[in-house]
């Protein structure tokens, strides 16, 4: 099976910061991951993903690494904005699978 | 639709009562999943189904949790004979590809399900 698990529960920042948000994950055959963002109330929302065979994938103000090596990957956000804050999850997907198993979350809080 | 839409908002039963909750996926979107939130934690996997059929269902907790997606579109989550573990929110998620191609889900806004 899986199990994706996260490092730090919570991060706090400064408005302007750049964030770092980490996850682990259990299975080598994992061959597809998402970061998803979610605010309170709200459902989980797609942010990005990366496929195993590639190690950085960018975005708007994101950026996902993955090191398979290591089973590891983090979402950076560049300049974080208080809009930014939330509770981001990880999932992945295990090849020949079709469902995401999702790590338990961290919670971003952005100061002014 | 604009997105996936769930119905009710919050649904509070009796233990022992039968409770439906629906899930109007985003139009024309293959896959629709079912999962299961905890307070602070990550989504749980309950099932899921490609257009009519049910493809996974081992995340279902009993046999007393069941779904259906009869045409390929609305899909209704039931629990029979509600418990107090049953309690959480429940969200849906819809998806346009099929297996092999990517899971990006769209998420709706949940049924939160209280059991007294």
């Known amino acids: 099976g899986e199990s994706v698990g996260l490092h730090l529960p919570t991060l706090s920042v400064q408005e302007g910061d750049n964030s770092i948000i980490n996850c682990a994950y259990s299975n080598s055959a994992s061959d597809y991951f998402i970061w998803y963002k979610q605010e309170s109330g709200k459902g989980p929302q797609f942010i990005i993903d990366i496929r195993s065979n590639m190690d950085k994938r960018q975005g708007q103000r994101v950026t996902v690494l993955l090191n398979k090596t290591v089973k590891h990957l983090s979402l950076q956000i560049a300049a974080t904005q208080p809009g930014d804050s939330a509770v981001y999850f990880c999932a992945a997907l295990e090849a020949g699978y079709s469902t995401l198993t999702f790590g338990k979350g961290t919670m971003l809080l952005v100061s002014p | 639709g604009a997105g996936v839409s769930q119905s009710p908002r919050y649904k509070v039963t009796k233990r022992g009562q039968d409770v439906a909750l629906r899930c109007d996926p985003i139009s024309g979107h293959v896959s629709l999943y079912w999962y299961r939130q905890a307070l602070g934690q990550g989504p749980e996997f309950l099932t899921y189904?490609?257009?009519?059929?049910?493809?996974?269902k081992s995340g279902l907790p009993n046999d007393r949790f069941s779904a259906e997606r009869p045409e390929g579109s609305i899909s209704t989550l039931t629990i029979q004979r509600t418990e107090q573990r049953d309690s959480a929110m429940y969200r849906c998620?819809?998806?346009?590809?099929?297996?092999?191609?990517?899971?990006?889900?769209?998420f709706g806004s949940g049924t939160q399900l209280s059991v007294l």
């Open positions: 189904f490609n257009y009519e059929a049910q493809q996974d």
């Open positions: 998620a819809s998806s346009h590809t099929s297996p092999g191609e990517g899971k990006k889900l769209f």
